[in-house]
């Protein structure tokens, strides 16, 4: 029977309780029972909520304390060696060690522990995941059994319940070798009897399906890769469960007809990134006999309403051929949009018609599932006449479409992506203006969010402040800042961004067509949740975002002040987009208005502005074959927004955590006079990409690490600064720490960067 499922809910909580109740335990606040109790607690709820909005089957194993790939790795008993401790056995304190590198302490600071695993995106979202450690002589065994618990426990509640696991495949192509290098396929005959150990547990539970996320599926695999799938699959055949293979994030492709012939019970397609594969997978003679087909077709990476006559037509369309043998589910997990769109009372009531959260998508798959099994209740009729009218009502909204914005971003010339000179050129003309020593130092534009800053922000918010008492504290801690970078010697200072909560946040609440939520967390890492801003319309800027606190900083110094602005892919990446139009119009229209802000800062006075770009490289297309495109479009965008000015102003842009070697080209073709980005934990290693393309712009490779309270001395960033020289001409180095000091506290920041001004200036001694 055609029946409504979900392939995962948001874990965190409505109100976030999950990453309060971890907090409070890492500062050794609450007890570990009383953690485990808050964890019960949500699970249940999270049941209950899906069966309410009419889910008919549950998952289970989406909850986790951490990370649901950190969980995979206990259960497969794959806990690297600096994790184990002879004397005790496995716990949540190891767990945690694994995911943060530190011990939980009776004085509730954390002590020093093993270094964590290595944290990652999970597939294009923004999510994070822990990169399991595999050696060449890896075993595994069933080594953690929480998933069994909690099968219990929600059967106990009554539900009807399928465990998510995560596949084999996926699981090692997303692993490191720990050790040396070696093949990891090798490592997959010694894995799968631990699938098959789990199988036999939860059929002894009472499970009938499982689901298996084998996302890896939408990705380019090697031919070796695709083959251990049919054989890995085939070894799995013999089981006491039926499996739903789950993909999502983008089209089977090449890999449908593979996807197709697995020998499992069922198939889960993602159509909202991928509709074209529904009538490809139909007619493919591999996908045959009783296999279910689970159609993915409310989307569950993005916050919109679901059209639900769309989503009804691709299930007819699949009907026609499966009958009963149609599922119906959002597109992947619910992890990836915030929970509860009913938390949102400040909406207006337009803007919140045209939007659902998991708990709404919930409803969504619900009401789709009884529509495509036939049911004509008047409660489905009133749902689908409400969807009609809300589409038709969205596509023709004053406040989506503005012909001006449309006009501007249609009549975008190429010299307007263009600079007026080139590089060698305009680097001349800001030589004379900005007169910066060899090798100039600066910082990446945050200083540190002491509570104190943080406290007057949300103050003033919340209207407990007035704004003439917020501005004088704001520019008391520019002043403070200000002072301070003069102080140490830095050559190039910043106003240090107190003013600003989020990178992206801080613009898009100042940007029209944009929608910031109140509670719309989304997990990001661990206990970290992000609440990105959702565009909803065309953009513009009806004002000046940062002009006045630049031009206020500047007005303290006669040193340059570097203005600090999102760039237009950053700020795309880290929200929610909308799915009318395509990414590439909506970073246009983003970079027009960056672009308006670039010209008002010159205007002011500032010679040297910094568009950030710290997604720039996060974005990339699953699939290679889509690179180019979107890496065209993303330089376009970059451009854009800072060609604007004249030869002698001067564009920085900085990149974090980026690995460079296969973007290299692009990250020319942006053409920022100066590019800052992390290298100080890879010894520099980042910048033989910049040697070997013989990039001809200035480059800022970090020399100070600022993801750690350790304070680097005067001759270690000496000899970072060296191996950089030795790499590139020393006239095209700057010298700066890794990223924003927000993070960080007041005394080693100072002495960090008092230790950066010295080794810039004995370095410019010697070379
Ligand atoms: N200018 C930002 C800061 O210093 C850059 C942050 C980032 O790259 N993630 O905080
Ligand atoms: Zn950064």
Same mark, same amino acid.
């Given at each position: 029977?055609?029946?409504?499922?979900?392939?995962?809910? @948001?874990?965190?909580?409505?109100?976030? &309780?999950?990453?309060?109740?971890?907090?409070?335990?890492?500062?050794?606040?609450?007890?570990?029972?009383?953690?485990?109790?808050?964890?019960?607690?949500?699970? *249940?709820?999270?049941?209950?909520?899906?069966?309410?909005?009419?889910?008919?089957?549950? @998952?289970?194993?989406?909850?986790?304390?951490?990370?649901?790939?950190?969980?995979?790795?206990?259960?497969?008993?794959?806990?690297?060696?600096? #994790?184990?401790?002879?004397?005790?056995?496995?716990?949540?304190?190891?767990?945690?060690?694994?995911?943060?590198?530190?011990?939980?302490?009776?004085?509730?600071?954390?002590?020093?522990?093993?270094?964590? /695993?290595?944290?990652?995106?999970?597939?294009?979202?923004?999510?994070?995941?822990?990169?399991?450690?595999?050696?060449?002589?890896?075993?595994?065994?069933?080594?953690?059994?929480?998933?069994?618990?909690?099968?219990?426990?929600?059967?106990?509640?009554?539900?009807?319940?399928?465990?998510?696991?995560?596949? +084999?495949?996926?699981?090692?192509?997303?692993?490191?070798?720990?050790?040396?290098?070696?093949?990891?396929?090798?490592?997959?005959?010694?894995?799968?009897?631990?699938?098959?150990?789990? #199988?036999?547990?939860?059929?002894?539970?009472?499970?009938?399906?499982?689901?298996?996320?084998?996302?890896?599926?939408?990705?380019?695999?090697?031919?070796?890769?695709?083959?251990?799938?049919?054989?890995?699959?085939?070894?799995?055949?013999?089981?006491?469960?039926?499996?739903?293979?789950?993909?999502? #994030?983008?089209?089977?492709?090449?890999?449908?007809?593979?996807?197709?012939?697995?020998?499992?019970?069922?198939?889960?397609?993602?159509?909202?990134?991928?509709?074209?594969?529904?009538?490809?997978?139909?007619?493919?003679?591999?996908?045959?006999?009783?296999?279910?087909?689970?159609?993915?077709?409310?989307?569950?990476?993005?916050?919109?309403?679901?059209?639900?006559? $769309?989503?009804?037509?691709?299930?007819?369309?699949?009907?026609?051929?499966?009958?009963?043998?149609?599922?119906?589910?959002?597109?992947?997990?619910?992890?990836?949009? @915030?929970?509860?769109?009913?938390?949102?009372?400040?909406?207006?009531?337009?803007?919140?018609?045209?939007?659902?959260?998991?708990?709404?998508?919930?409803?969504?798959?619900?009401?789709?599932?009884?529509?495509?099994?036939?049911?004509?209740?008047?409660?489905?009729?009133?749902?689908?006449?409400?969807?009609?009218?809300? /589409?038709?009502?969205?596509?023709?909204?004053?406040?989506?479409?503005?012909?001006?914005?449309?006009? $501007?971003?249609?009549?975008?010339?190429?010299?307007?992506? /263009?600079?007026?000179?080139?590089?060698?050129?305009?680097?001349?003309?800001?030589?004379?203006?900005?007169?910066?020593?060899?090798?100039?130092?600066?910082?990446?534009?945050?200083?540190?969010?002491?509570?104190?800053?943080?406290?007057?922000?949300?103050?003033?918010?919340?209207?407990?402040?007035?704004?003439?008492?917020?501005?004088?504290?704001?520019?008391?801690?520019?002043?403070?800042?200000?002072?301070?970078?003069?102080?140490?010697?830095?050559?190039?200072?910043?106003?240090?961004?107190?003013?600003?909560?989020?990178?992206?946040?801080? #613009?898009?609440?100042?940007?029209?067509?944009?929608?910031?939520?109140?509670?719309?967390?989304?997990?990001?890492?661990?206990?970290?949740?992000? !609440?990105?801003?959702?565009?909803?319309?065309?953009?513009?800027?009806?004002?000046?975002?940062?002009?006045?606190?630049?031009?206020?900083?500047?007005?303290?110094? !006669?040193?340059?002040?570097?203005?600090?602005?999102?760039?237009?892919?950053?700020?795309? *990446?880290?929200?929610?987009?909308?799915?009318?139009?395509?990414?590439?119009?909506?970073?246009?229209?983003?970079?027009?208005?960056?672009?308006? &802000?670039?010209?008002?800062?010159?205007?002011?006075?500032?010679?040297?502005?910094?568009?950030?770009?710290?997604?720039?490289?996060?974005?990339? +297309?699953?699939?290679?074959?889509?690179?180019?495109?979107?890496?065209?479009?993303?330089?376009?965008?970059?451009?854009?927004?800072?060609?604007?000015?004249?030869?002698?102003?001067?564009?920085?842009?900085?990149?974090?955590?980026?690995?460079?070697?296969?973007?290299?080209?692009?990250?020319?073709?942006?053409?920022?006079?100066?590019?800052?980005? &992390?290298?100080?934990?890879?010894?520099?290693?980042?910048?033989?990409?910049?040697?070997?393309?013989?990039?001809?712009?200035?480059?800022?490779?970090?020399?100070?690490?600022?993801?750690?309270?350790?304070?680097?001395?005067?001759?270690?960033?000496? &000899?970072?600064?060296?191996?950089?020289?030795?790499?590139?001409?020393?006239?095209?180095?700057?010298?700066?720490?890794?990223?924003?000091? !927000?993070?960080?506290?007041?005394?080693?920041?100072?002495?960090?960067?008092?230790?950066?001004?010295?080794?810039?200036?004995?370095?410019?001694?010697?070379?």
């Amino acid at each position: 029977m055609t029946i409504s499922h979900t392939l995962g809910f @948001p874990r965190i909580g409505r109100d976030r &309780e999950l990453k309060r109740a971890l907090e409070r335990y890492w500062r050794a606040e609450c007890s570990e029972d009383e953690l485990r109790e808050t964890g019960k607690a949500l699970r *249940a709820s999270h049941w209950r909520i899906q069966a309410q909005a009419g889910i008919e089957l549950l @998952p289970v194993g989406d909850f986790a304390w951490y990370d649901q790939v950190l969980t995979h790795t206990l259960m497969v008993g794959a806990v690297p060696p600096r #994790f184990r401790h002879a004397d005790d056995g496995l716990g949540l304190d190891t767990l945690f060690a694994m995911g943060r590198g530190l011990v939980r302490t009776e004085c509730g600071c954390a002590g020093d522990g093993a270094q964590a /695993q290595e944290m990652t995106k999970w597939f294009d979202t923004n999510y994070h995941y822990l990169v399991p450690e595999l050696e060449a002589e890896q075993r595994f065994h069933l080594g953690w059994h929480q998933l069994f618990e909690e099968v219990e426990e929600a059967i106990a509640l009554g539900h009807r319940v399928k465990p998510v696991l995560l596949g +084999p495949l996926t699981y090692l192509w997303l692993s490191k070798c720990g050790g040396r290098e070696f093949d990891k396929l090798a490592l997959l005959d010694r894995l799968l009897p631990v699938y098959h150990e789990i #199988f036999t547990r939860l059929a002894g539970l009472g499970v009938d399906w499982v689901q298996i996320d084998e996302p890896a599926l939408v990705l380019d695999l090697p031919d070796e890769w695709r083959q251990a799938y049919r054989s890995a699959y085939h070894m799995l055949r013999q089981r006491d469960v039926k499996l739903l293979l789950t993909t999502y #994030f983008g089209p089977l492709e090449d890999n449908l007809e593979l996807a197709a012939g697995l020998p499992v019970d069922g198939l889960h397609l993602d159509l909202v990134r991928g509709d074209g594969q529904l009538d490809q997978l139909l007619s493919s003679a591999a996908f045959d006999g009783d296999k279910v087909l689970s159609l993915g077709v409310v989307d569950g990476r993005n916050v919109w309403r679901c059209d639900l006559d $769309r989503a009804l037509e691709q299930l007819a369309r699949a009907r026609r051929v499966l009958n009963d043998r149609l599922w119906v589910a959002p597109s992947c997990s619910l992890l990836h949009v @915030p929970v509860d769109l009913e938390r949102e009372t400040g909406l207006d009531d337009e803007l919140r018609q045209w939007l659902a959260f998991a708990i709404q998508k919930c409803a969504e798959v619900a009401l789709l599932t009884r529509a495509a099994r036939g049911e004509e209740s008047d409660e489905v009729e009133l749902a689908l006449r409400e969807s009609r009218a809300v /589409q038709s009502a969205r596509s023709v909204s004053r406040r989506i479409h503005r012909a001006e914005v449309k006009a $501007r971003v249609e009549g975008i010339r190429d010299a307007q992506a /263009q600079r007026s000179a080139p590089f060698a050129q305009r680097i001349e003309a800001q030589r004379r203006k900005l007169a910066l020593p060899k090798l100039p130092t600066t910082t990446i534009g945050s200083f540190p969010q002491t509570s104190e800053v943080r406290r007057t922000r949300s103050a003033y918010r919340q209207g407990r402040l007035d704004e003439a008492d917020y501005l004088r504290a704001m520019r008391d801690e520019i002043g403070k800042v200000v002072a301070f970078q003069e102080r140490v010697g830095l050559d190039v200072l910043v106003h240090g961004e107190p003013e600003r909560n989020d990178m992206v946040e801080y #613009f898009a609440e100042q940007l029209e067509g944009y929608l910031i939520t109140r509670f719309g967390w989304v997990q990001s890492y661990g206990s970290r949740c992000v !609440k990105p801003a959702i565009i909803y319309g065309d953009i513009t800027r009806p004002a000046p975002m940062t002009v006045d606190w630049i031009s206020y900083a500047q007005s303290l110094s !006669k040193k340059p002040m570097k203005g600090m602005l999102t760039g237009p892919v950053t700020m795309l *990446a880290w929200s929610f987009p909308r799915e009318d139009v395509c990414r590439e119009t909506q970073a246009q229209q983003l970079a027009l208005a960056l672009r308006d &802000e670039v010209c008002d800062l010159e205007a002011a006075g500032i010679d040297i502005i910094q568009i950030d770009e710290a997604a720039f490289r996060e974005i990339l +297309p699953l699939r290679r074959r889509d690179w180019q495109h979107y890496l065209d479009w993303a330089v376009k965008a970059f451009r854009i927004a800072s060609s604007g000015v004249k030869d002698s102003t001067q564009i920085h842009t900085h990149m974090c955590y980026s690995e460079f070697n296969q973007i290299i080209e692009a990250i020319a073709a942006m053409d920022a006079d100066v590019i800052t980005i &992390e290298t100080s934990r890879s010894q520099m290693e980042l910048l033989r990409a910049f040697e070997a393309f013989e990039y001809p712009n200035q480059i800022g490779p970090g020399v100070y690490d600022i993801h750690s309270p350790r304070v680097p001395s005067v001759a270690e960033m000496v &000899e970072l600064l060296e191996k950089a020289a030795v790499v590139l001409p020393v006239e095209r180095l700057w010298v700066n720490p890794d990223c924003g000091l !927000k993070t960080r506290g007041w005394p080693e920041t100072e002495a960090a960067l008092v230790n950066m001004v010295d080794a810039a200036r004995s370095v410019r001694r010697i070379l």
